[in-house]
């Protein structure tokens, strides 16, 4: 049975949303299209699975959405996303919410539930700069972003600790470790993955994706993390240097290591991300 923000049961019958507290490029839409099929749930059908590219709300939740001094109409959003939802369990998965925690309990309290994720910061990291970067682009942004980003989950999870933590690693392993996180009977799952990806239903990416990175780079995320490594020990991360990250990558899975270093390639080419 879940339970709601103030930690009382809360019947799934009875519970209107489920928010994923998570960050950009960590798992997130495979995540919830996974869990909204587990609970035969609503999944807004907008941008990458997310109530912020909803009608209605998106010129607000979109504007600065990582300025966490912003200030939404969460009782407009609420009405808008329950419109939607027709009855159902609203599936609630955009990134930025994780910043706003304090406004969404006020609004979304008493029946509403969550879990938290997160993935590793040298997926992360190479991840967000496949997809926003170019050739010459520094990881140190990037990599900052993901301590702000880990800080907020690491929050919510002290301040929600109840709430099921389910890391991209964990779940693309083994599916079901939701089910069991959450109470609830394992359905057949077929999903479309990510809009604009090759990949389909439920596939660890971490190798092939990882493999971007050169090992500079890695070196480089790991000298930025290492202030942090108290930050990574909870959530069951580690520090890496850079050859022994790809040669760890290659030994465990030859061909998506080989994909994501092809990809490099072809970016440091000036090919779009494929």
Known sequence: MPKNFHGNDLDWQDCKFLFIFCPNNSGTTI?????????????????????????????????????????????????????????????????????????????????????TSLSDPYQHTASCLRRYGKPGTKVGGIVRSWVIKAKAISGIRGDWPH?????????????????????????PFEGPGKKGSDAEGI???SPRTTAFLEPDEIDRVTELLTPHAGLLEPFGYRLWEGHALHTSLEERTPQE????????NAWNEGAAPA
């Open 203 to 205: 596939q660890d990416l």
């Open 257 to 264: 290591f080989a994909k994501g270093r092809d990809r490099r």
């Open 163 to 187: 709430f099921p933590f389910l890391p991209y690693e964990r779940f693309v392993a083994q599916p079901r470790s939701v089910n069991d996180a959450l109470s609830l009977p394992v359905r």
């Open 31 to 115: 995540l919830s299209q996974y869990i909204a099929s587990q609970l035969d749930a609503y999944l807004p059908p907008f941008g990458n699975f997310e109530g912020q590219m909803a009608p209605g709300v998106k010129p607000m939740m979109r504007l600065n959405a990582w300025d966490e001094t912003r200030e939404f109409d969460w009782l407009f959003i609420r009405t808008r996303w329950e419109a939607l939802a027709k009855g159902r369990l609203f599936v609630e998965a955009s990134p930025p919410n994780l910043l706003r925690p304090r406004a969404i309990v006020r609004y979304f309290g008493d029946d509403a539930t969550a879990v």
